[in-house]
Structure formats: C-alpha cells, structure tokens
C-alpha cells in the first residue's frame, strides 16, 4: 500500500531516483491507500545530474512494484522488496526503459499502453 509521505524509488532511465509522493490520484473514499497499477503525483527528491529531470519537479508516477502483498484470485500472494514506479509525462513516459520486475497487476491495468512505447522491458 502506497500512503502520502511514501517514497517512491524510479527505475527507469529518466534520472530521478527517488520520488515522493504527496497526492493519490486515484483512491476511493474507503480506501486513503494506492497500489500497483496505479497514478500518484509527487516531487523529486533525489536526482542524477545532467539528465531529463532536476529536483522538486512534480511529476505523475505509475507504481509497478509495493512492498505490501498483492493477493491474487489463485490463492497466491506476491510481496517484493520496495516500492518501485516510472516517471510519466501526460500520456507518455518520461524514460525510455525499465529497469526490474513489473507486476502482472499494472501489466493487465488500463496503462498497458505506456508499458508498450517503452524500448525494452528488462
């Protein structure tokens, strides 16, 4: 589970390397949480030099991996080891590649598309 105040690490190739988030774009009135496959507004915190993006940018983030579980209808649950998202700009993504695992949950979500323009899924 994704709070306000969480933060993100960027595994893509934009140059931001840690994001924090400040605004759930998409969350219910029961649910004050986001999870994978879904868009967050946040500032950047930390941020390679000479690259695409510079700190306290504000940019919409997909998170593709949480630390919490994710349960699936088959019984399993899949946990990983931090709290992975991709830098995304109004419809497309800010880097071109993807650095580690995406979860199955954000591939079958509705952003399968901004998965799609990248290059190449490592």
Same mark, same amino acid.
């Given at each position: 589970?994704? !709070? ?22 998409? !969350?219910? @009135? ?18 390679? #030099?000479?690259?695409?993006? @510079?700190?306290?940018?504000? !940019?919409?983030? $997909? #998170?593709?991996?949480? *630390? ?18 991709? &830098?995304?700009?109004?419809? *497309? ?8 695992? #995406? ?5 079958? @979500?509705?952003?399968?598309? $901004?998965?799609? @323009?990248?290059?190449? &899924?490592?």
């Amino acid at each position: 589970m994704i !709070y306000k105040q969480t933060k993100l690490k960027i595994v893509d190739n934009s140059g931001a390397k840690i994001l924090k988030i400040f605004h759930l774009l998409k !969350y219910s @009135s029961s649910q004050n949480y986001s999870q994978s496959g879904e868009l967050v507004l946040g500032s950047i915190i930390k941020y390679k #030099v000479n690259k695409k993006v @510079s700190k306290k940018q504000i !940019y919409k983030a $997909l #998170v593709i991996t949480s *630390k919490r579980n994710i349960f699936r209808k088959n019984g399993i649950f899949v946990k990983f080891d931090e709290n992975r998202g991709i &830098l995304v700009d109004t419809q *497309k993504l800010v880097g071109t590649r993807i650095f580690g695992p #995406v979860s199955k949950e954000v591939k079958r @979500s509705a952003h399968i598309r $901004l998965l799609a @323009s990248t290059k190449k &899924l490592i």
